[in-house]
């Protein structure tokens, strides 16, 4: 490696860097004339810079070249040895050029087990609901317009009665997440004043969701009652003041507080602000709409309206299957002020959302085929007979493809619901796993991630586990295709 100066590189890391060559050199490279010509002289110069900051950065962790530049192209040669290989570096920038031209947003087989899983999507849509989307975005539609009138309609207007009947709510209103529904209750009930909330609701939701935040920014006043573990209702009844605006209930949904615990029904919550002429509002997460035996535990958005909640507020992505949205259902009077808001029309939610949550909840109308018909609600509910059947099916496929490359097995194990639902709960289900004999397991699990789609496992104990519970059944044969592809990379 060489001496190491003051500066805290190598002599060849620092030679390697004067030797990079300049974005402007290597636009000007007979090599790359093509790419100029067909994706015009910006982006390829856009892209040089990409590649040469990519050199830079992989010359300063002490990488090869090669390795640098990423999995494109033939040998550039030792970028740290302060050779290159001018048409490595040409490939590597017409292919960072071309990429701005595909969709980023890849779909992949989610074959982790994890049923409402954030970082990969959340929810699949209904074919309804997909098809809802074109139909409301391949031309104009009545978004806001009343066609009975001919004047000016309300987008609330298309969900709304939909929502009340599935809930038995009086009114509706959909923002663009749930994160958002709080903020819009928080500011309109509880701005400049003060909210009540139980120190055992504090919570937070991935990344920067945090109740006293959230709260924060809507200007209410955070007032907490109880301990972490026990909240009683005479802690919220002492804490009710002049400047209380609103109780607020949140639903722990991605922990548990188990032991020597008591918190507050909804019920008695409701019983309390009505007496005291104070705003109940219930944060539900996920909002359970659907009687499902496997979700039993979540709270029900239909069981909390009835517990008496002025306003209730759930996701559209997480248990119900639709797409990411905010639903807000509660009495009228108050729905109306969250309406009337401006914040609510910063909040507001496209044609896409409208027409994939309408699709989405009209299945839910008949509760005993939104079971087999969204997503969501068919993996949480597929019969453990059924899954060991498709676990068996595909290793066959797999091991076919695989050969000797690993070891294909079915086992046992447990899927997870996500989405900051039912932390605890373990639904058995059945995987794959696939144990490498010559690569090992990440190395395996990071050619997944490559392949076309994308296949997305857990590794446990050197293995990597593809559950079949959230592999869609047309995806099958794509998996065989990447293990495949990952195994025999030179086939490709
Ligand atoms: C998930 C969750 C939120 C945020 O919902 P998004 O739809 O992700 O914005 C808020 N509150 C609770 C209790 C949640 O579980």
Redo the contacts with the bound molecule.
Sequence with gaps: MGRVKKSGLTDRQAEALRALPSVEELVEMPELAAAIGEYGRELVVDSARVVVERLRSGILAGKAAGEALGRVGGNAGDVAGGELAFDRLAGAITEEAAKVFLPSLKSLVNATGVVVH?NLG?SVLAPEAIEAVVQATASYSNLEYNLVAGSRGSRHDHITRIITALTGAEDAIVV???????LLALAVFGGGRDVIVSRGEL?E??GS?R?PDIMASSTARLVEVGTTNKTKISDYEKAIGPDTAMLLH?????YKVVGFTAEVEIAELAALGHERGVVVVD????GVLADLPALAGEPSVHDSLAAGADVV??????LLGGP???VVVGKREFIAKMKAHPMARAMRVDKMTLAALQATLAIYLKPEEALGRIPTLRMLSEPIDSLQARAEKLASGLSEVIGDAATVAVEKAASKVG???LPLLELDSYVCSVLPSAITVDDLAARLRETDPPVIGRIHKERLLLDVRTILPEQAEMIAKALRQAFYPEES
Excluded at 313 to 318: H, N, V, W
């Design positions: 954030t959340r663009n997440n749930n994160a958002a529904a709080v919570i939701i991935g969701f109740i949140v639903h722990t949904s991605n944060d539900l997460g996920s507020t759930f996701s559209g992505d997480k990411q949205a905010g989405g900051g639902a």
